[in-house]
């Protein structure tokens, strides 16, 4: 018998929300959360994590 499982599961660093996923990602894989519709990013495989899809300096405008 079969069960559906997930290949793999990390916590969004927003919410919190277990996002699953059917497969392993891939590093550098964009993401959102189902949740809070935050925009996530894999850094890591293993153990796999999360992180915000935009680092804040790339919020600022360049002024100079």
Do not use: H
């Amino acid at each position: 018998m079969k069960t559906n499982q997930p290949a793999a599961i990390a916590p969004c660093p927003d919410c919190e929300y277990e996002i699953s996923f059917d497969a392993v990602p891939d590093q550098g894989e964009k993401v959102t959360c189902p949740e809070c519709w935050a925009d996530l990013r894999v850094v890591s495989i293993d153990p796999l994590e999360l992180e915000w899809a935009t680092e804040i300096e790339e919020l600022w405008d360049d002024e100079g």
